[in-house]
């Protein structure tokens, strides 16, 4: 799925222009044919300290995606 190789690995970004994570999953909606969620891996100084959690970005609240993932509103815990 090239939207999926697309995604994957690419920096998250907040609104406050903080690097929160790194792109490691794509959850997708096969029947409707549209991404549900991102999951990424948290950034910062807990994933250089080996304690980031993945944490799960909704569609709807990603802002945009190019270069990197700009994202709004808050993450949540991934299941």
């Known amino acids: 799925m090239k939207i999926n190789n697309d995604l994957l690995g690419k920096d998250?970004?907040?609104e406050s222009g903080?690097?929160?994570g790194v792109v490691k999953e794509v959850?997708?909606?096969e029947k409707n044919n549209k991404v549900i969620s991102?999951?990424?891996k948290e950034g910062g100084i807990f994933a250089k300290i080996g304690l980031g959690d993945k944490k799960?970005?909704?569609?709807d609240n990603i802002?945009?995606?190019g270069?990197?993932?700009l994202i709004r509103g808050r993450l949540f815990p991934a299941k």
């Not at 799960?56 to 569609?59: H, L, Q």
Request: glycine letters at 0%; a negative charge.
């Open 67 to 69: 270069d990197k993932v």
């Open 12 to 14: 998250v970004i907040d």
């Open 38 to 40: 991102i999951i990424l």
């Open 18 to 20: 903080d690097q929160v």
């Open 27 to 29: 959850e997708w909606d």
């Open 56 to 59: 799960m970005v909704p569609y």
């Open 63 to 65: 802002e945009e995606i």
